[in-house]
């Protein structure tokens, strides 16, 4: 090897070093507040870790976060949160290792009806408790001892039972999906379509897309060849901000209406023009929150688990300010 | 008679001369496509659909030229994606949270695309390792420092501000960004086809091996490559904050594969020395005017991605028939 | 016959690479407008003295003068600097560009605003093309992926050529291409002899060689078994000596 070579790869080691480090530093502040407060709550000093399908740059999965996070500060226990990126053979992975780990027990996100069984049963072997938060696994047997979220197919029901008031008889309504298959898209998007068939809505469902660009492309497209459509009723959050701002877009504010899932930056505005008439916000801080003190109390008292609906919180005009303030807090 | 005969011959001779001319194949098929979507769906020819395909294209489009002389000059760049997420972000906080004036804040930005461009070229060049690999390694890396910089959660930015306007408002109801993306096309395709750089770039990418003995320096011409493309994917990251009024963590994902789609369906040859801007920007507009007129005309979500691939393949092919097949 | 001083000369050249001694105090001389068969077995050393006169290789000991003036060559740019081309077996062309930008490669012309000057490089690249060496090639903004192997050999002459090279040297240069095409390259090897540019033609092919040299360097082994003009041997004596590497004793 040249040395010229040699000294070109040590100054890209020095590089890549020093940004990571750099990197590291920027991401102390957050990790500083995951240190369990011993001063906090009854200080149970409990280690418990949570295994999350999610992304840690979704929104929705950074507010499970901070309410397991605050759970543990109130309950004085150390909280760790792994995210596999929605690679479910990496959190089975991901959950491997956390039962080598040993914590007092393990809170899982099951988005595949039997990949994680298996493991699941391996940690009840080894005496640590096993709950699922977010995502569950309903139909078919699994060993998990409660669930701790939202039906997927009950929250896509409450935003059409909810958007019933704003369409009739006869109406077409476009869902886009971000993803179609997935097991989120596919379990709102049949809630949504069970509200609609009641009041004799039809449905059409668009894959949209998850590259803005490409999202606001095809909404518009859709708009543009089926000028019948009287609503855009999304199962995801990018295409519930998206929609809202095609409508406005295109002048079509008292012709369709939108609802949705989650407060992104744009779609705050759209309710309070009444662009957009209600979205269904899941209260992922509630999901992340229970968790950690259903876990601390199996632990502590020796309680029996037991599933916990964490509702399904509906945002329009009348309460979208309050809603968002929270939304800054990253509460909501 | 020998005269009209002489002048036929030369009519043949010119039409011949114009279906070699590298571009113009890729423009009749454009035109091909357009003429059979108007005659599926007659809504498509309509100025109000037209602007549906002209507001999002240049976000693609922008990245979609820098790839396309990245490729020439025989390098791939696949963190553009992050790149469109990671440099905008900066630009968004800059201007957000710490109150620089959104022009800067824009230049920084750009500045931080340029930066992560020649990072790459440097790994890339003097490190020895593929692009394909470097910038896999990138392509994580800046999106996760977005992620961590973000927390997840979308940086405002505001919609209004002339900055904004000037680069993603509307001009009597046209959408600006277009501009800018012909702008920039028409500044890139003079820099390629009409500098020295152009052509070391083509040169470079043609035959690496001809290009060192002749005394061209690869190394800088693909570094320079990877920092134009790294600006641009910059740019185009901040014309999606300009029209979203926000800067996202998850922006431009999946967008490195729609940015080569583009320019390979554009007529760029993978394996380097050979390509067109002009190429490029109708393999940008048949992307997103194929995915129109399948939705346009009704087509079930779930065989939505089969059409597009299938329309995709069938106007490659006939692309590789008129220009005929060059190993 | 008092002749005049030779263009380039080799005096002493001996280079090893290890323990294996490739060439071994070899002197050469070329001569204007000469055409010179580099010829000997495989591992004779005609590649090697090739390389050291392109400035791959440097000679471990011996002389190089140009003009009679002792000159160094380090790399490719000091060979070049001396009128030297190399004619390289794959041709350092570019086949996804044209020929004339293939032919300016590097040496790219430019207009005052520093844009490509496209209408002189192509109206340069069309003369030297028909009239140094015209070789059928219709225009200059043909690819040079769609040239054929006779044609690509002499788009590589004609970059040379236009840089004004002096001495030509031909490593194989017949050796991917048809008879025919081996005949083109000959002949407009040839013509350029009479526009007083040398060439050193190295091939396998022994009826090319006796057809088109003026003289012949015989290596073997590294070392200068005989150097003749091309009247004092004939073609069975030269590859007699190729074969049994013997300085052929009338």
């Given amino acids: 090897m040249s040395k010229r070579r040699v000294l070109w790869i040590s100054l890209v080691a020095v590089m890549i070093i020093s940004s990571s480090l750099f990197m590291v530093g920027a991401g102390t502040k957050e990790a500083e507040e995951v240190v369990p407060a011993k001063v906090g709550g009854a200080g149970l000093g409990y280690k418990f870790i949570l295994v999350s399908h999610g992304s840690s740059g979704d929104p929705f999965h950074s507010v499970v976060k901070q309410g397991m996070e605050d759970a543990g500060l109130v309950y004085g226990c150390a909280v760790q949160l792994l995210f596999s990126e929605g690679d479910n053979a990496k959190q089975v992975d991901l959950m491997e290792q956390a039962i080598s780990a040993g914590p007092d027990g393990i809170g899982i996100s099951i988005v595949d009806p039997v990949a994680f069984d298996e493991v699941i049963q391996k940690a009840l072997d080894k005496g640590i408790p096993v709950i699922s938060f977010n995502n569950d696994d309903a139909n078919t047997p699994n060993p998990r001892l409660a669930y701790i979220g939202a039906a997927e197919r009950a929250v896509g029901y409450q935003l059409g039972k909810t958007m019933q008031q704003y369409l009739k008889r006869g109406d077409h309504v476009v869902i886009p999906e971000e993803v179609p298959g997935m097991s989120y898209a596919v379990n709102r998007s049949a809630g949504i379509i069970d509200a609609m068939d009641e009041i004799g809505v039809t449905t059409e469902e668009l894959d949209a897309g998850y590259e803005r660009a490409t999202t606001t492309s095809r909404i518009e497209s859709y708009l543009m060849g089926h000028p019948e459509t009287d609503g855009i009723l999304n199962v995801g959050g990018l295409t519930t901000e998206v929609a809202g701002m095609v409508v406005e877009d295109r002048g079509l504010e008292n012709k369709v209406v939108v609802g949705g899932f989650d407060l992104l930056p744009n779609t705050g505005p759209a309710i309070k023009k009444g662009i957009t008439k209600a979205v269904i916000d899941q209260q992922p801080y509630l999901q992340g929150y229970y968790t950690v003190v259903q876990l601390a109390m199996m632990k502590y008292g020796k309680f029996a688990a037991f599933d916990i609906d964490t509702g399904r919180g509906i945002v329009d005009t009348s309460n979208v300010d309050e809603v968002l303030e929270l939304v800054g807090m990253r509460i909501r | 008679?020998?005269?009209?005969?002489?002048?036929?011959?030369?009519?043949?001779?010119?039409?011949?001369?114009?279906?070699?001319?590298?571009?113009?194949?890729?423009?009749?098929?454009?035109?091909?496509?357009?003429?059979?979507?108007?005659?599926?769906?007659?809504?498509?020819?309509?100025?109000?659909?037209?602007?549906?395909?002209?507001?999002?294209?240049?976000?693609?489009?922008i990245i979609a030229i820098g790839m396309t002389m990245l490729i020439i000059s025989g390098e791939f760049d696949l963190s553009v994606g992050s790149t469109f997420a990671f440099a905008p972000f900066i630009m968004a906080s800059l201007s957000e949270r710490m109150g620089l004036h959104p022009v800067f804040a824009l230049i920084m930005g750009i500045i931080v695309g340029v930066g992560i461009g020649f990072i790459n070229g440097i790994i890339t060049t003097k490190v020895g390792i593929p692009s394909f690999i470097t910038t896999l390694g990138t392509m994580m890396a800046w999106r996760g420092a977005v992620l961590l910089a973000s927390a997840g959660f979308p940086q405002a930015f505001q919609r209004d501000l002339p900055v904004a306007r000037l680069f993603a408002g509307r001009l009597s109801g046209f959408p600006v960004q277009f501009i800018w993306f012909i702008v920039f096309a028409i500044i890139m395709w003079i820099i390629l086809e009409n500098t020295r750089f152009g052509?070391?770039?083509?040169?470079?990418?043609?035959?690496?091996?001809?290009?060192?003995?002749?005394?061209?320096?690869?190394?800088?011409?693909?570094?320079?490559?990877?920092?134009?493309?790294?600006?641009?994917?910059?740019?185009?990251?901040?014309?999606?904050?300009?029209?979203?009024?926000?800067?996202?963590?998850?922006?431009?994902?999946?967008?490195?594969?729609?940015?080569?789609?583009?320019?390979?369906?554009?007529?760029?040859?993978?394996?380097?020395?050979?390509?067109?801007?002009?190429?490029?920007?109708?393999?940008?507009?048949?992307?997103?005017?194929?995915?129109?007129?399948?939705?346009?005309?009704?087509?079930?979500?779930?065989?939505?991605?089969?059409?597009?691939?299938?329309?995709i393949i069938v106007a490659v092919s006939a692309h590789v028939l008129i220009q005929g097949r060059r190993d | 016959?008092?002749?005049?001083?030779?263009?380039?000369?080799?005096?002493?050249?001996?280079?090893?690479?290890?323990?294996?001694?490739?060439?071994?105090?070899?002197?050469?001389?070329?001569?204007?407008?000469?055409?010179?068969?580099?010829?000997?077995?495989?591992?004779?050393?005609?590649?090697?003295?090739?390389?050291?006169?392109?400035?791959?290789?440097?000679?471990?000991?011996?002389?190089?003068?140009?003009?009679?003036?002792?000159?160094?060559?380090?790399?490719?740019?000091?060979?070049?600097?001396?009128?030297?081309?190399?004619?390289?077996?794959?041709?350092?062309?570019?086949?996804?560009?044209?020929?004339?930008?293939?032919?300016?490669?590097?040496?790219?012309?430019?207009?005052?605003?520093?844009?490509?000057?496209?209408?002189?490089?192509?109206?340069?690249?069309?003369?030297?093309?028909?009239?140094?060496?015209?070789?059928?090639?219709?225009?200059?903004?043909?690819?040079?992926?769609?040239?054929?192997?006779?044609?690509?050999?002499?788009?590589?002459?004609?970059?040379?050529?236009?840089?004004?090279?002096?001495?030509?040297?031909?490593?194989?240069?017949?050796?991917?291409?048809?008879?025919?095409?081996?005949?083109?390259?000959?002949?407009?090897?040839?013509?350029?002899?009479?526009?007083?540019?040398?060439?050193?033609?190295?091939?396998?092919?022994?009826?090319?060689?006796?057809?088109?040299?003026?003289?012949?360097?015989?290596?073997?082994?590294?070392?200068?078994?005989?150097?003749?003009?091309?009247?004092?041997?004939?073609?069975?004596?030269?590859?007699?000596?190729?074969?049994?590497?013997?300085?052929h004793v009338n």
């Fill in chain 2, 199 to 311: 052509n070391w770039t083509y040169v470079t990418g043609g035959n690496r091996n001809a290009s060192v003995a002749l005394g061209i320096p690869v190394d800088r011409v693909k570094i320079i490559n990877f920092m134009i493309i790294g600006g641009l994917a910059a740019l185009a990251g901040s014309i999606q904050v300009f029209r979203m009024g926000s800067a996202y963590s998850n922006a431009g994902l999946g967008m490195e594969l729609q940015a080569i789609g583009a320019t390979v369906i554009g007529g760029t040859m993978l394996t380097g020395g050979s390509g067109t801007i002009i190429g490029t920007i109708m393999g940008t507009i048949i992307i997103f005017s194929v995915e129109n007129i399948i939705i346009l005309s009704g087509a079930p979500a779930f065989w939505f991605r089969t059409f597009v691939g299938v329309i």
């Fill in chain 3, 1 to 247: 016959m008092a002749r005049e001083a030779p263009l380039y000369e080799l005096q002493g050249i001996s280079k090893s690479f290890g323990h294996v001694e490739a060439l071994k105090d070899v002197d050469v001389q070329v001569y204007k407008g000469e055409i010179i068969g580099l010829v000997g077995d495989n591992g004779a050393g005609k590649s090697t003295l090739i390389k050291i006169l392109s400035g791959i290789y440097a000679a471990d000991s011996g002389t190089i003068r140009y003009k009679e003036n002792v000159v160094r060559i380090n790399n490719y740019r000091d060979s070049q600097a001396l009128g030297i081309a190399t004619i390289y077996q794959d041709r350092a062309l570019v086949d996804s560009v044209s020929i004339y930008r293939n032919i300016f490669m590097g040496n790219e012309l430019l207009t005052p605003y520093r844009f490509l000057d496209k209408r002189k490089m192509r109206k340069e690249a069309d003369y030297v093309l028909n009239e140094s060496i015209s070789i059928g090639i219709k225009s200059s903004k043909q690819m040079v992926g769609d040239l054929s192997g006779g044609q690509k050999q002499a788009v590589a002459i004609a970059r040379a050529i236009y840089f004004r090279a002096r001495l030509l040297l031909l490593d194989e240069p017949t050796n991917a291409l048809s008879v025919k095409e081996s005949r083109q390259v000959m002949k407009f090897v040839k013509n350029l002899r009479e526009e007083g540019i040398s060439s050193v033609f190295v091939t396998h092919n022994l009826l090319h060689v006796y057809t088109i040299a003026d003289r012949f360097v015989i290596l073997s082994h590294g070392e200068k078994v005989g150097d003749f003009k091309k009247a004092e041997i004939t073609m069975e004596q030269l590859e007699h000596m190729i074969v049994t590497g013997r300085s």
């Fill in chain 2, 1 to 61: 008679m020998s005269k009209v005969q002489k002048k036929t011959k030369h009519r043949t001779g010119n039409l011949k001369k114009v279906l070699r001319y590298k571009d113009i194949s890729i423009v009749i098929i454009t035109i091909a496509l357009f003429t059979i979507f108007t005659l599926v769906n007659k809504k498509f020819l309509t100025k109000e659909n037209l602007f549906i395909i002209v507001k999002t294209t240049p976000e693609l489009g």
